[in-house]
């Protein structure tokens, strides 16, 4: 009977800490029910709340809320917050993750950010994913970038950046031979 309230006990303070999370969760539950039914202040109420959520959460809430709103999140919201958290959030994991979601915005302002921000930033982790997303949106623009990013010391940045090179040479290979 011990080990059954030990365990009872051990339950609710794993669901009370997840909380917060359980919290973004509701909201992105929200916002797809808002969208579903073209809500449109449904979807700013729940993106109000999600911005709420990540302006007072762990890194975990954020995270979860950079990492799962992609779906759901209206995309000029979405993009909006990845380019803010890539600037300023931080942990290093959550500006990896805006990093790796960067990549489903290609265009000149993204890649530029991308470059400018992400091949820069002082976690080894983030510039890894700034330059594999390089590789999908990535143009001859982001070159030069990249070739710095093969001097950096941390062996999964110039792998990663080595890649991109290639991917972005390849791209421009077959539509100038199309």
């Known amino acids: 009977m011990?080990?059954?309230?030990?365990?009872k006990k051990a339950s609710a303070v794993g669901?009370?800490?997840?909380?917060?999370?359980?919290d973004v969760d509701a909201c992105f539950d929200a916002l797809s029910q808002a969208q579903r039914?073209?809500?449109?202040?449904g979807i700013?109420?729940?993106?109000?709340?999600?911005?709420?959520?990540?302006e007072a959460g762990s890194d975990e809430?954020?995270?979860k809320?950079?990492?799962?709103?992609?779906?759901?999140?209206p995309a000029v919201e979405r993009r909006r917050l990845l380019e803010r958290v890539l600037r300023e959030d931080r942990s290093?994991?959550?500006r990896h993750e805006a990093a790796f979601a960067l990549s489903n915005f290609p265009d000149e302002a993204c890649?530029?950010?991308?470059?400018?921000?992400?091949l820069n930033d002082s976690n080894s982790l983030v510039r890894h994913e700034a330059a594999i997303a390089l590789m999908t949106v990535g143009s001859e623009r982001a070159l030069q970038y990249l070739e710095h990013g093969l001097r950096d010391g941390n062996s999964e940045v110039v792998l990663s950046c080595r890649l991109a090179i290639s991917a972005i040479h390849y791209r421009s290979n077959r539509s100038t031979s199309a």
């Open 2 to 7: 011990g080990a059954h309230r030990e365990q």
């Open 15 to 22: 669901a009370g800490d997840l909380t917060p999370l359980l």
């Open 37 to 41: 039914l073209n809500d449109s202040a």
């Open 44 to 54: 700013r109420s729940a993106c109000g709340r999600l911005l709420d959520l990540y």
């Open 61 to 63: 809430v954020r995270f």
């Open 65 to 73: 809320i950079v990492a799962g709103g992609g779906p759901s999140m």
């Open 92 to 94: 290093g994991l959550v």
């Open 111 to 118: 890649e530029a950010l991308l470059c400018s921000v992400g």
